[in-house]
């Protein structure tokens, strides 16, 4: 197993990589769509991108990641001793239509599947992705974890406001889009969208030397902002392994997001898909209680045994990279800085004591 940081696209520089590297990471997953860029979401405060009806931001100009910017990003990040490990989530801009099943979806599986080969060229082996229409959307923020650090979590409600025209995943790809909302589609249609999607890339994915990882729901409820949710217990995740057995179809497993689920038990949910050899690369992060109930807390305080979780993952011989995901925001002035290695600390001792 290797450790890693995840690091959102206004990170991926200079000082990040060395923080990354002093707190004895090796492994870097990047965001490179931006989605910070709605006032909304204050990229200096906040751990993460908050879900909200005004969206993240606005989704990218379509053109894809190419691979002269993936192969000098590589060599920027392998400069500071670093792997470059996964790209996590595609811009919406290119798969707009393949969520929604718009006009573009056949126009758009073909983006998709030359930017997997772009990232096959590139020598990146996984690529994290999220099957979601809502996106993050119903979370709350609040004093929630240990010290009253602030951090998500959800109180007890869904957001049920539609989606407006022109927005996915939370972000805006059509300004120009006309008044309304998005149909409301059934489970099935939405696992149909997937089937679709999963058919035509892993194939792709399989000679591109691609790993895809699929990431939870967070929140893990059946409808958000009145669209059906994929993966919101934990079985679901068999059913997607199902629908395209291969082993580049593979999960981005996150346990918070597995733990706040009604069903099932994040041990054995561990056991059941490490076994398989299922786990692409692993969220490392805690919480207290399930949905609509939970908060997002230290490593060390919440539902979660994950020192157990590391013996079941060593056990299956997984050897992928965990990454923290999120973490409280601690109180001084670094607040991502101090929970990011106060997690990363925590990750690498118990590693050791492991091994
Ligand atoms: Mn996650």
Redesign the pocket.
């Given at each position: 197993m290797k450790l890693g940081f995840g690091l959102y696209r206004h990170m991926l520089n200079d000082k990040h990589y060395r923080f990354a590297k002093q707190c004895g990471a090796t492994h870097i997953v990047v965001h490179l769509v931006d989605y910070f860029n709605n006032k909304n979401n204050n990229k200096e405060n906040a751990n993460q991108p908050i879900g909200n009806t005004s969206g993240w931001g606005f989704a990218g100009d379509g053109k894809l990641w190419s691979l002269e910017f993936l192969l000098d990003l590589k060599k920027e990040i392998n400069s500071y001793g670093l792997e470059l490990e996964a790209i996590e989530n595609f811009d919406p801009a290119i798969w707009h239509d393949i969520l929604l099943d718009g006009p573009k979806k056949e126009e758009q599986i073909e983006l998709v599947k030359e930017q997997i080969r772009i990232v096959g060229k590139a020598g990146i082996p996984v690529f994290g992705y999220n099957f979601s229409l809502a996106g993050v959307a119903s979370r709350t923020i609040g004093k929630y974890a240990r010290g009253n650090a602030e951090s998500v979590g959800m109180e007890g409600s869904v957001d049920e406001t539609p989606i407006p025209n022109g927005m996915v995943w939370n972000m805006v790809y059509d300004n120009n889009a006309p008044e309304g909302f998005i149909p409301k589609i059934t489970h099935d249609e939405l696992w149909n969208r997937l089937q679709y999607f999963l058919e035509q890339i892993i194939p792709v994915a399989e000679e591109a030397g691609v790993k895809m990882a699929a990431?939870?729901d967070?929140p893990p409820v059946p409808y958000v902002r009145n669209t059906p949710r994929l993966v919101y217990q934990p079985d679901m995740y068999q059913k997607l392994i199902d629908v395209k057995p291969s082993p580049n179809n593979r999960l981005?497993f996150?346990l918070?997001?597995i733990a706040e689920m009604t069903d099932g038990e994040v041990h054995d949910v561990t056991e059941q898909y490490s076994k398989q050899d299922k786990i692409g690369y692993v969220?490392f992060?805690n919480v207290i209680g399930k949905v609509l109930n939970y908060k997002e807390v230290f490593i060390d305080e919440g539902d979660i045994d994950m020192i157990r979780i590391l013996k079941i993952l060593k056990k299956n011989k997984f050897e992928g990279v965990l990454i923290p995901?999120?973490t409280p925001q601690m109180s001084c002035d670094g607040a991502w800085y101090a929970g990011m290695a106060y997690a990363m600390g925590y990750m690498k001792a118990a590693l050791a004591s492991l091994n």
């Open positions: 990431h939870p967070d981005e996150c918070g997001s969220h992060r995901d999120h």
